[in-house]
């Protein structure tokens, strides 16, 4: 009952949408991809804000539901409290308000759009039609791979996103992943194809990326033009992707280099990617406890490694889950990273005890290894042996709550709102 009902509401809601479109006639730019797809999203809609009035998708509304809601400009939490059906009403009654009174619909909506099981892109794209589409990484074994039979068919559903591209519309892919890179040609896209990444094919690149416990530094290369990037509390590859991906988009729209460059340079990162953060005893915590899946969490783990810690580096990692078959392979792996990387290794859940062992037996001792079966207890752990110096790594998929570690380890705690990913009402309320 309550998956014919969601689905009555994605309907419903689907078609407000649709009506809202037709309407204002917002050029569309798609944002899907397992790495980044967010801080993409949020960039995007910074560079494209220099010309035009944006809207985008709020936090992370990517579903079936969270792209109407978008659209639609709702912010309200896509809770699965469907007891309450009341909240869901109220919702459909605020879509028909752009339909009603609104003028200053956005002339461009940023939309982040997302696949957790087979046939979820697929739907979409038969009703929202698209001006660009930004594709970023896949990985060889992506987050939400469980519901799916292959990592193919995963980047399958990803690609029916770039069957919605408008004639003329433009196809931005991250050329440095080979899923994402392949898509155009797989799919024979009659669209103008822009790429960007560290390659040297990307025809936006970037290079001479520089890290250190001030922030990253790189150039971009585009057209001719070459333009440095100092990015000040800001760290690892992945944001650097993210910048090159929104300077695509606003290239191909009249935003010039110098003027997106400004704009991805004052944009506020959402919480939980890689925040850098002052933790207890004079530590600093690097917060990355939004999601995980193994590219993202080789991501962080390699930024990790090129920073310089005046005392142990520790990581604490969270079960990276919906992995289905590739679960345990994907936890030795990164087991076995860690080993070469950390000093202490802290682990919460079941599967992330397969990367415990794997680390131990590529040589981390096993005395710095300390196993917890949920978040609350890892963290206090750590306030009981964090020194300082200790640089710390929080990690972990969203079920498992690593925020919650991040919040027993700040040291200003009254600031934890506003600071960790995850902290409305409805979130704090579960166990």
């Known amino acids: 009952m309550k998956e014919i009902i969601k689905n009555i509401i ?41 010309k035009f009035v944006v809207g985008k998708s709020a936090k992370s509304f990517n579903s079936e539901l969270g792209v109407p809601l978008s659209i639609l400009g709702i912010q309200n939490s896509m809770s699965d409290k469907w007891s309450k059906p009341f909240l869901w009403l109220k919702n459909i009654c605020l879509g028909f308000v752009p339909l009603i009174w609104r003028e200053n619909y956005p002339e461009w909506l940023v939309l982040e759009i997302g696949a957790d099981k087979p046939g979820d892109i697929l739907s ?13 990484a896949i990985g060889d074994i992506p987050v939400h791979v469980e ?39 797989r799919l024979k896209v009659c669209a103008g194809v ?7 094919s990307a025809m936006i690149k970037a290079s001479n990326y520089r890290i250190s416990s001030a922030g990253i530094s790189f150039r971009i290369d585009y057209d001719g033009k070459m ?13 650097v992707y993210a910048v090159l991906a929104a300077i695509a988009v606003g290239a191909s729209h009249g935003v010039n280099l110098i ?43 390699q930024t990790f490694s090129e920073l310089k810690a005046s005392g142990r580096k520790i990581v604490a990692l969270g079960d990276m889950r919906e992995l289905g078959q590739y679960s345990d392979l994907a936890h030795r792996d990164i087991g076995r990273k860690i080993a070469k990387i950390a000093d202490i290794f802290v682990v919460v859940g079941e599967k992330s005890r397969i990367a ?12 710095n290894i300390f196993c917890f079966s949920d978040s609350i207890q890892a963290g206090e752990f750590l306030k009981t042996i ?46």
Request: positive net charge.
């Open 10 to 50: 994605a309907w419903v809601l689907s078609c407000e949408a649709r009506l809202v479109i037709k309407k204002y006639h917002p050029r569309i730019v798609g944002v899907t991809g397992n790495v980044g797809k967010t801080g993409t999203k949020d960039a995007i809609a910074a560079v494209l804000s220099k």
């Open 124 to 136: 979409v794209s038969k009703w929202l039609h698209l001006n660009v589409v930004v594709i970023t």
């Open 147 to 185: 519901f799916f039979r292959t990592v193919e068919e995963l980047a399958r559903e990803k690609g029916y996103l770039v069957e919605a591209i408008r004639p003329g519309g433009d196809l931005v892919l991250f050329a440095d992943d080979k899923w994402s890179a392949a898509t155009a040609d």
């Open 194 to 200: 822009l790429t960007y990444g560290f390659s040297k």
């Open 227 to 239: 333009v440095p990037v100092k990015m000040p509390g800001v760290y690892g590859r992945p944001n």
């Open 259 to 301: 003027e997106a460059v400004d704009a991805v340079l004052s944009y506020e990162r959402p919480p939980g990617r890689f925040k850098r953060l002052e933790g207890i005893n004079d530590s600093i915590i690097f917060d990355d406890s939004y999601n995980a899946s193994p590219l993202a969490t080789d991501m962080a783990l």
């Open 356 to 367: 415990a062992r794997a680390a131990e037996g590529a040589g981390m001792k096993g005395d």
């Open 386 to 431: 964090i020194s300082s110096g200790d640089m710390i790594l929080v990690k972990g998929s969203e079920s498992i709550r690593m925020e919650r570690v991040v919040a027993s380890i700040i040291n200003n705690p009254e600031d934890v709102s506003k600071l960790l990913v995850r902290q409305n009402k409805e979130w704090l309320g579960k166990s």
